[in-house]
């Protein structure tokens, strides 16, 4: 199994990226996947998880209606949409995947997980 993260990098404050998830190794239509990030000196936060089916989404009140979350299972691909960033957001992005046909968050901590993308939000 495997989860690799990309497409992070540095933004300035009020900008856009989109990070996606590769999936290796796991049926995602049993899948839920989620994000995680890491400040510098912080604990990793959950940011945002969806379900199997893209029909449950949940989001952590610091990026709700500033990021969103998508998938597709024939790619074997998750997304995080970041809009509207801010310093606060700086941190190493994870998405990880647990066996489940809904959504979870930072109360129980995902199977897998994978290596994370570095995202820089400049003022």
């Known amino acids: 199994v495997q989860l690799q993260a990309f497409g992070g990098g540095l933004v300035q404050a009020g900008g856009s990226l989109r990070l996606s998830c590769a999936v290796h190794?796991?049926?995602?239509?049993?899948?839920?996947i989620g994000w995680y990030r890491q400040a510098p000196g912080k604990e990793r936060d959950w940011v945002s998880s969806?379900?199997?089916?893209?029909?449950?989404?949940n989001y952590a009140d610091s990026v709700k209606g500033r990021f969103a979350i998508s998938r597709d299972n024939a790619n074997k691909t998750a997304y995080l949409q970041m809009n509207s960033l801010k310093p606060e957001d700086t941190a190493i992005y994870y998405c990880?995947?647990?066996?489940?046909?809904?959504?979870?968050?930072?109360?129980?901590?995902?199977?897998?997980w994978g290596q994370g993308t570095q995202v820089t939000v400049s003022s």
């Open positions: 190794g796991l049926d995602l239509d049993y899948y839920a």
């Open positions: 990880a995947a647990d066996p489940s046909f809904g959504v979870f968050d930072s109360r129980v901590p995902p199977n897998y």
């Open positions: 969806i379900s199997s089916s893209s029909r449950l989404t």
